[in-house]
Structure formats: structure tokens, C-alpha cells
């Protein structure tokens, strides 16, 4: 991270209004194009800074990633204010503004946005020393004003002092003199040891106004003149359309206009009530001749027949063919995962302004380069001319990172319809949101294991059939000899010591649903299919599934510490009491993803009819530094609701074509009755930190159903469970 | 004109009758901490209380909330149990995305004014009509007790 130079952003452009020290940071080479940014007379000063301290002792970090419940603001701001010394009371965040020249995602190159669990991880290094060095400004501008040396100062919770004077200034009295010191070269940072927020509790920064009603949402948003835009999308992916009458909705009291954009038609109203009534009074005919019209079934049944033939090679280790050749017994096992919406609970909504300096956005905004290029495209203006005002996402899960700025396209599309006359707030409701696509692929797998004459796994092939994520997204570069990564994480990178492997992939093209990566992407399914069947070769040869998963983890000792800590904590081995009529069972499964290591142990209790209740889960959690340990739980706690979710009841299916689920009683979420116990157990580490929104969610589903299957002997390998195959 | 009471104000509102209590809070009034979820009463993000009963703004037309005393999230801190619940949320940062939030504070306030030491199964009962895509329900069931205890 040596690259990263530090400037003084004061110095060259003070802020104007509020005095006060901003911190800057550019990668080399950027460098002058930033600077030109900083220089501009109409560029936003606090656009390229992570920290400004302002006269009035305000001490405010900007994020450069989304918050969308996963904390990132909190950590984020945790990591400065820690080297900062700054007292956590008084630190706010703001939502860094679109400049990937500043605020880009260093795990990403030269693209911002937010992702694969990546906000801690890639800030840590450059947000340490955004608070290191306002720090060292701050302490130098005290040296300087009481001539004392910079040595014999001390910084505590937002006060600087000179222990062997007496004297002390707030960081707001010193803020204008730290603004005009030279940015240090190189600064100190903190001994893990010394850390006082990093590690402790760190209340989360967004939580007054979110028990209060004040956190603005893009669905908030109110802008003078502003219509609301619901839209008529078509019944099948790929149709158009080919003729409508707008002549009822026009006659609906607050409609203002009816526009065509290439994806429907879009009603403008007053208000999203009217717009609602005006797109319901539209009648709208669709050229369905192009539309995809296979259902759900018959994909799968396609699907099915691909996993019989070789696939393109993801991974190759040894020779299965002797391996399986050579062995004692073969276990086989296929696993079917269905279309998964995101259903984050704030449906899709982005508000657009034309004006004659370009276009500003107000949105919950998770990919801002590729966003920033698409709407630029489509108006014929600069990338650099799309401001982004980044709000708070009411979910996103990962539709938000939307690969093709699907949804800001459709509301720039609208604006762009109506000649920009007024800003436009796009209203996705919940049928919108629901039945556009974008899912989670679904995915079958075929595995195989072959056991040799002593018991031990001496091969292992697996077969994964599913719709490319990366491709038509600003990554598909990353395909390569036919391989989506994201496809096969998970599978590719199992853990376990097998001499003999392969991992095949077969990426149908003409399945024409819509797909994006969703919490925790390829490892949705790969931890289900891979940490079930290694069950499975326990069960067949004999062995405690915790003790075969250690002895097949001896090269892997972070993943063995993990899910020891979670068996320990888990009870794992002791009995549990069951009720009469009732069967009880106990399931472990560890995974990897983002590069943080997750143990879960689920406890089950099936009754008589089948009917399941997930009683309690135990994570264990390898993340590197803990930045806020309570976070670290919570998005845990969350991860195990989410994937339960999925687990027991989600599914989008397809007939001819055709979504069948549009709202929460077709696809159903966990709701708090069904929730169960969760507890979260941190190793401690001091490697830097690694992701922690996405990580929780793997392991959960293989958990629950090797619980299932040791309450029950039975094996679901469907997702969501079919649970009345548990029935007695 | 259709008169409205909202948080203890008088509002005069040009709407058509059947427009749903939630858009009329939210786009004619401006008072944006109620949510739209799901516009069908599955979700539970658009709770408020008419007379102080929860109800889901979703599906009231605005019509039937005439002579009616509307209370939203913006005014629940004036509400003892309602300060009561906000502090235990915070406390134990119950939030993630927070879009739901509102809702579930409004339930569980609710709650809390008719039963003021809830079971577990009280807790079952009257919260799982509020969804949390985010999956915040270990900490909402922990936040109730713990405003149980402030309040006992």
C-alpha cells in the first residue's frame, strides 16, 4: 500500500464556507488528473478527501462504499478514527461522491463501487493512514501554536495536549492551523496493541436515524418538480413493445405524461399512487415473438442432460479416471438450485436530473464507474459529468451492483424521454422488483467421490451446469478458456486434501434469464454441494464429519482452527435431547469466501410431518483484525436469517417464460418466529481484515441439512428443503 | 379536501379517496420514515398506528383514515414507550439497512403499550407479521426485552 501518496487538499483549495483540514489520497500517475479535480472552481472540495475536520470540531469521514447494512460506514469510519484519536462520539459519515480517481476500490483497480465483501478490506491500509496523518497535522499545528516539541504531545478522544504545559485545544480550534501544515511523508501508525476503538464496541453511526425515520433512502427523495415514473415492463424476457394506448392512464387525475423507452412504457405522475393507477390503466401489446418462453422445469431438465457430458475444465489435480478406476466404492450425488431474487426490502428506485452541466443521480449507488459511463453514454455527456449523490440502500444483497446499470439506465432512459424538462424518480413497486430477473443462476451439480479399500476419499469430481454472472458485466474479462470464476468459487478452491480432483463447469448461452451475483455469489451454491457431500463421505466410511473434515484440513490449519472453535462452542459430540415425536440433529460445514473463513453448527428439530425448526447456530468466524467486533456478530446473526430464507422457502420459478412469484407471499422471507438462536465466535487475529458481509451466508444451508440428515438419515439435496420428504 | 390528523397536526390533503394512507404520509405530506414494501400488507414496513392500533398504510385508503388519530415513526419519541424502544435499539444496534426498521419499531411499541413484560411467544406473535430481509430479528426479540426491563 506504499503507493498511496497523501495531499493536502486544504492547502490547495480551501473549503469553502466551513474551515478545516481535508486529507486526500491519489494513486501515482492519477495524481495530476485529481489535482485538476481539486483545482476546478466548480468541483466539490470535500469530493476528494476520506476526512475533514471542521473549526466547528466536526469530524467527518467520508465512505467511499455503499451502506447498505452491512456496516461499512461504521467500520470505515472506525479505521480513521482510530488513528486519529478522534473521540467516536463525534464522528459522522458522508457518502463519498462518483470519482474513481479518488475513491476507487483498490481490491477493483480503477473502478469504484462496492462488493464481494470488499469495503473493510481495501480501505484498511488507506484509511489507517488518512487518520494517521490527520493526526500528525493536528499535532504539528499544537507544536507549532505552544512551540513545544511534537513528541511531548498527546491526542486522546478528539483533544490535543501538552501534558508538562497543561494546555489543550479541541481538534476544531487547532483545525485551521493543521490545514496549512505540509502533509507528512511518512507517518506512525498505530501498534495493534494501543487501538481503542479497533476491536471494542463501536456504536454504529447510522442507528439514530434509523430508529427515527430521518435516514434518507432514494425512495426519500423529493426534488422541486420532481415526477415519479412507475413502468409497464414486459411479461417475458426479451419481449418489446409493439403498440399501446395511453389514453385511460392520461385520464387519470396527477398522470402527466406516458413515455416509450426501450423496456416499456414509463407513466409520469405527480405522485406514485397516480403513477401506480396510470400504469395499471395502460394496455399495452407486446411483441412476445423473440421472448424467452422456456419455464423452470425444462431448463432444469436441460440442465440435467448437460451434467452428463464433460464440461470445460475449471480445475484438474491428479487422474481421477484411475482414481475412480481404482476404487472400493463410488458415491454420487446431485444438487438443484433454483433462481433466487435479492427482495431487498427497499424495491428498486433511482431519481435523475438533466441539467445543462450534466446529470446528477440520487440512488443507493453501488457501482459508480460503470454507472457513471453508462448514463454518460446514454446522454452524450462525460463520464465525469454524472455526480452521483450515494444514499443509504435499503438492501441490496447485490442487486444494487448491477452489471449493466440496468434500473439507473431505465430511469435515465425516461428523463431522457421527456428532454430532461423535469428530474425523475423511478419507482420499481414490489412486482417490478420481484419479476425483472437479475437473480441468483440456478445451478445443478453432479458429484461424484471415490473411496479406496481404506476407507480414504481418493477422488473427487464435480460438474457444475449454470448461467454466467460476468459475462455482459464490466469483469467478463475475468472469463477465461471458458470459465466464469464466479461459477465455480467455492468448487474450485475446496479445502480438502483429495490427490485426485477435477471441477467441471457447462455455461449454457441461450437461457435468456437475467442473472447477477447475490450475497455471497458462486459459494450460494458450491459450499451447499461441496460440505453436503463431504458428509456424505463420512457417513460412508464411518468417520465423525468433523473428524474427516481435520484430517482432510491439515494443510489448511485456518480453516481447521475455525471449525474446531465452532464444534468446541457448538457442543459438537454431545447429545441432544429430544422430545417425543421429535428428532433432533446436530450439522457442521466450513467455508471460505472473500477470503474469510466461516464454521457453522446448525441444531434441527424435525417432527412428525416433516416439519422443521432451526433451534440454534453457532459461527465461528476467521476475518483478520476484528474492525467492530458487534458488526462482525450482526452481520453474522443476518447471514445465518438470509441463507435460512433461501434454505426453506425461496425460489423463483419460471413457467413458459413467465416469473411466477411477484411479492412476499410467493417468495417468502424468514420471518422472527423462524428465527433461530445465533452465536458468534471471532478468532482472534491480527492479519488484516477481510470481508464479513458475505461470508456468513455458505456455510448455513449445508449446516442445516447435515443436521437434517443426522436427525434423519434423509439427505435433501434440493434447494429450498422439500421438507415434507422428512415426514414419518 | 380530505382532513387529516397526523402526529397530533390537522392536514388538509388533495388526494383521490382510495389512495393508500402510506403514499399520502409519504408523497403529499413528506413524512418519508413509513415505508413501501410490498403495497399488499405482507411486509409490515408501513406500520403506523390509527388511534393507536397498528395498522399497515398499505392498504388503508386514506378515506378511512378520517377522524382518525394517524401516528408515524416521526412522532413515536413522544411516546414514553416509544423513547423507551428507540434507546434499546440503539443500544444494541439493532439496524442494518434500517428500510424496515420503522415497522418494526412501530409493532414492537405497539406491543409493549398492551403487554409490558412480553414472552418470547408474545414477541412471536406480534413481530412476525414485519419482515427484515437483512435478518435483524435476533437483535428486535433482544431490544423488546430489553425495553421490558427499562420500562419495568
Known amino acids: 500500500m506504499s503507493q498511496i501518496v497523501i495531499e493536502n487538499l486544504s492547502r490547495r483549495r480551501f473549503l469553502h464556507g466551513a474551515g478545516g483540514l481535508t486529507l486526500g489520497f491519489c494513486i501515482p500517475g492519477l495524481a495530476a488528473a485529481a489535482a485538476a479535480v481539486a483545482k476546478a472552481p466548480t468541483a466539490s472540495f470535500a469530493a476528494n478527501a476520506f476526512l475533514r475536520i471542521g473549526a466547528d470540531n466536526s469530524v467527518i469521514v467520508i465512505a467511499k462504499h455503499l451502506e447498505m447494512g452491512q456496516g461499512s460506514h461504521t467500520g470505515l469510519a472506525t479505521i480513521v478514527a482510530e488513528e486519529l484519536d478522534a473521540d467516536w462520539k463525534t464522528v459522522r459519515v458522508e457518502g463519498a461522491p462518483a470519482d474513481a480517481r479518488r475513491y476507487n476500490n483498490l481490491n477493483w483497480g480503477p473502478m469504484q463501487g462496492t462488493g464481494g465483501s470488499s469495503a473493510i478490506a481495501n480501505s484498511w491500509e488507506q484509511l489507517r493512514q488518512a487518520g494517521a496523518t490527520g493526526r500528525a497535522m493536528l499535532v504539528a499545528a499544537a507544536a507549532q501554536r505552544w512551540r513545544v516539541g511534537e513528541a511531548d504531545i498527546v491526542v486522546r478522544d478528539g483533544v490535543v495536549s501538552h501534558p508538562a504545559s497543561g494546555r489543550k485545544a479541541t481538534f476544531g480550534e487547532l483545525a485551521l492551523d493543521a490545514a496549512k501544515q505540509a502533509v507528512p511523508t511518512k507517518v506512525a501508525l498505530k501498534d495493534p496493541k494501543d487501538f481503542r476503538l479497533i476491536g471494542q464496541q463501536a456504536n454504529r453511526r447510522d442507528s439514530k436515524d434509523k430508529t427515527d425515520g430521518s435516514a434518507r433512502f432514494t425512495q426519500d427523495v423529493f426534488l422541486p418538480g420532481m415526477l415519479v415514473a412507475v413502468v409497464a415492463h414486459p411479461p417475458r424476457f426479451g419481449a418489446t413493445v409493439k403498440s399501446f394506448d395511453a389514453s385511460r392512464a392520461k385520464a387519470i387525475k396527477g398522470v402527466v405524461d406516458v413515455v416509450q423507452i426501450p423496456g416499456g412504457v414509463a407513466v409520469l405522475a405527480k405522485d406514485t399512487w397516480s403513477a401506480k393507477k396510470g400504469r395499471d390503466a395502460l394496455a399495452v401489446d407486446w411483441d412476445e415473438s423473440a421472448a424467452f418462453k422456456l419455464g423452470s422445469d425444462e431448463i432444469l431438465a436441460r440442465y440435467k442432460e448437460l451434467a452428463k457430458t464433460p464440461g470445460a475444465v475449471a480445475k484438474q489435480a491428479g487422474d481421477t479416471n484411475t482414481a475412480f478406476a481404482g476404487a472400493t466404492k463410488v458415491l454420487s450425488a446431485s444438487y438443484d438450485f433454483p433462481y433466487l431474487a435479492h427482495a431487498a426490502m427497499e424495491p428498486l428506485n433511482c431519481v435523475i436530473r438533466l441539467g445543462k452541466d450534466g446529470c446528477e443521480v440520487w440512488n443507493g449507488e453501488q457501482m459508480q464507474t460503470p454507472d457513471q459511463h453508462s448514463l454518460a453514454q446514454l446522454f452524450g455527456i462525460k463520464p465525469e459529468q454524472v455526480k452521483i449523490n450515494m444514499l443509504f440502500a435499503g438492501g441490496s444483497f447485490g442487486r444494487r451492483a448491477s452489471k449493466d446499470s440496468d434500473y439507473l439506465l431505465e430511469a435515465a432512459q425516461i428523463v431522457k424521454a421527456i428532454a430532461g424538462r423535469v428530474p425523475v424518480k423511478l419507482v420499481w413497486l414490489r412486482e417490478d422488483d420481484m419479476g425483472a430477473g437479475y437473480y441468483r443462476p440456478m445451478f445443478h451439480h453432479a458429484l461424484e467421490a471415490a473411496i479406496d479399500s481404506d476407507g480414504n476419499l481418493v477422488g473427487w469430481r464435480h460438474r457444475l451446469v449454470g448461467q454466467s454472472i460476468m459475462a455482459g458485466s464490466p469483469m467478463a474479462a475475468m472469463i477465461k478458456n471458458g470459465i466464469d470464476p464466479v461459477s465455480v468459487e467455492g468448487a474450485t478452491n475446496l479445502p480438502y486434501a483429495v490427490p485426485n480432483l477435477v471441477v467441471e463447469l457447462h455455461t449454457p448461452t441461450d437461457i435468456r434469464v437475467p442473472v447477477l451475483w447475490w450475497r455471497s455469489v458462486g459459494s450460494t451454491h458450491t459450499a451447499f454441494s461441496t460440505e453436503t457431500f463431504i458428509d456424505e463421505v463420512a457417513a460412508a466410511t464411518g468417520k465423525d464429519p468433523l473428524a474427516l473434515r481435520l484430517q482432510l484440513l491439515a494443510e489448511h490449519p485456518n480453516h481447521a482452527r475455525v471449525l474446531k472453535l465452532a464444534a468446541d462452542k457448538g457442543d459438537w459430540g454431545s447429545p441432544l435431547k429430544a422430545n417425543a415425536g421429535e428428532r433432533r440433529g446436530r450439522g457442521i460445514a466450513v467455508h471460505e469466501s472473500f477470503r474469510t473463513i466461516v464454521a457453522q453448527v446448525a441444531e434441527v428439530t424435525v417432527k412428525k410431518d416433516g416439519s422443521l425448526k432451526v433451534d440454534r447456530v453457532v459461527c465461528a468466524v476467521d476475518c483478520g483484525t476484528a474492525v467492530n467486533p458487534d458488526n462482525i456478530r450482526s452481520q453474522l446473526e443476518g447471514s445465518v436469517g438470509f441463507a435460512l430464507s433461501a434454505a426453506l422457502h425461496q425460489q423463483i420459478t419460471l413457467k413458459a417464460g413467465r416469473v411466477e412469484q411477484d411479492n412476499f407471499d410467493g417468495f417468502e422471507l424468514l420471518r422472527l418466529n423462524e428465527m433461530p438462536a445465533v452465536e458468534v465466535h471471532i478468532v482472534p487475529s491480527s492479519a488484516a481484515p477481510t470481508g464479513i458481509g458475505e461470508p456468513g451466508v455458505p456455510p448455513l444451508a449445508p449446516a442445516v441439512a447435515n443436521a437434517i440428515a443426522a436427525a434423519t438419515g434423509r439427505r435433501l439435496r434440493r434447494m429450498p428443503f422439500n421438507t415434507g420428504e422428512l415426514a414419518i | ?152
Open chain 2, 1 to 152: 379536501m380530505i382532513k387529516l390528523n397526523v402526529n397530533g397536526k390537522s392536514h388538509q390533503v388533495d388526494v383521490a379517496p382510495d389512495t393508500p394512507l402510506l403514499w399520502v404520509l409519504r408523497d403529499t405530506l413528506q413524512l418519508t420514515g413509513t415505508k413501501y414494501g410490498c403495497g399488499k400488507g405482507l411486509c409490515g414496513a408501513c406500520t403506523v398506528y390509527l388511534d393507536g392500533a397498528p395498522a399497515r398504510s398499505c392498504s388503508t385508503a386514506v378515506s378511512s383514515a378520517v377522524g382518525r388519530r394517524i401516528t408515524t415513526i416521526e412522532a413515536i419519541d413522544a411516546d414514553r414507550i416509544g423513547k423507551v424502544v428507540q434507546a434499546a435499539w440503539r443500544k444494541l444496534d439493532v439496524v442494518q439497512c434500517g428500510y424496515c426498521q420503522s415497522g418494526q419499531i412501530m409493532s414492537a411499541v405497539a406491543l409493549l403499550a398492551h403487554k409490558r413484560q412480553p414472552s418470547d411467544a408474545d414477541i412471536d406473535a406480534a413481530m412476525s407479521g414485519n419482515l427484515c430481509r437483512c435478518a435483524t430479528y435476533q437483535r428486535v426479540r433482544a431490544a423488546i426485552h430489553e425495553a421490558a426491563k427499562a420500562l419495568a
